[in-house]
């Protein structure tokens, strides 16, 4: 099977296994299973294009949230838009993508003629440097004071940051600059995905590129809205927080009965190893659970977080058959598992 390129297509899943009369569980994209409540709109704002109070109040809730100055602040209608003007707006350059990553890095920076080469790990200098923070899928942290000090070395350091919200001290937002570009995602940790929605956060010189590659309106009046409240929600945030790290303990000891190795993730998400990893995948398909598998990493597969405890028990369910099944508690104690 051609596996899908990012998770959330339930049109392919449903075309390999049907439709599930329970309804898919899906588990295959990093997003939070608990929302910000969207407030209450006005109906005019979808009758009129945004103006630029819209937008200004969206730099400056962004800003606050993210720790720079509003003018350092382009929004768009999600980063992957803004991974895409990136490339496109920068001039022929050698890029090196710190790797295995999303995707979509690499496959920008070539579309657009550019020599991508991929590392292991983050090099000493560059002329472009894109590196994930925390990385997706495996969760790996470079420590930000590497990342300050790599970017006077570079002509561009594009420090993705999509996953940052579970994890903000490893944010280098505060040092942005023209040499040092920041992505941020809205939709997953605020888990409005369909919003659409994304940061940049850099200097003037890039900003200005990038905004004017947009055009006007990259946003819809009614995303803006919505960011402006969740952006200076603190409380929410904090909430949000604690609710998701608990949710992925909870995640790991699941799959651990049953016999997955928990190889890295974030909050948001888990990367777990097993020899029959593809298997599994297809074992969960057909329970209508659907989880994200890699076709260059045959070996793993990536978990979202169950949004309840019948969302959980449901996944545990899913792993119990055949050789998948949990792990007896004396089991555990002796560290012995199902082959």
């Not at 400056?60 to 929004?75: F, I, K, N, S, T």
């Not at 929600?233 to 303990?249: F, P």
């Amino acid at each position: 099977m051609i596996l899908p390129v990012h998770g959330g297509d339930l049109l392919a899943a449903e075309a390999r296994w049907g439709k599930p009369a329970a309804g898919w569980l899906d588990l295959s994209t990093g997003i939070n299973p608990w929302a910000y409540p969207v407030p209450p709109l006005s109906p005019d704002i979808w009758g009129r294009l945004p103006g630029g109070a819209e937008d200004q109040a969206a730099r400056d809730a962004a800003a606050r949230a993210y720790g720079c100055r509003p003018e350092q602040v382009l929004a768009a209608a999600g980063s992957s838009a803004l991974i895409q003007a990136l490339a496109f707006a920068h001039p022929a350059a050698a890029v090196t993508v710190v790797g295995p990553t999303y995707c979509e890095h690499a496959r920008a920076w070539a579309a657009a003629g550019h020599c991508v080469t991929e590392s292991g790990d983050l090099p000493e200098s560059g002329d472009v440097v894109v590196v994930v923070n925390p990385n997706n899928p495996d969760g790996r942290r470079v420590d930000p004071g590497r990342l300050r000090s790599l970017a006077p070395r570079c002509r561009l350091l594009v420090v993705d940051e999509a996953f940052a919200d579970v994890a903000p001290g490893l944010s280098v937002a505060a040092d942005v600059s023209d040499r040092l570009v920041v992505l941020r995602s809205f939709g997953k940790f605020y888990g409005l995905a369909g919003l659409r929605l994304g940061f940049a956060l850099g200097g003037p010189g890039l900003i200005a590129g990038l905004r004017a590659r947009l055009g006007p309106w990259p946003v819809s009046g009614p995303a803006l809205a919505i960011a402006v409240q969740a952006l200076c929600d603190d409380g929410w945030a904090a909430a949000g927080r604690s609710r998701l790290a608990g949710m992925a303990v909870r995640l790991d000891t699941v799959l651990a009965e049953c016999g997955l190795a928990v190889a890295g993730g974030t909050d948001l998400f888990r990367l777990a190893a097993h020899p029959r990893a593809a298997a599994l995948h297809d074992q969960l398909g057909r329970a209508g659970i659907l989880v994200r598998a890699f076709a260059d990493r045959p070996g793993m597969l990536r978990f979202g977080l169950p949004g309840d405890d019948p969302s959980l028990c449901r996944l545990r369910d899913g792993l119990a058959e055949g050789p998948f099944r949990p792990r007896r508690a004396d089991q555990m104690q002796q560290g012995v598992g199902p082959a």
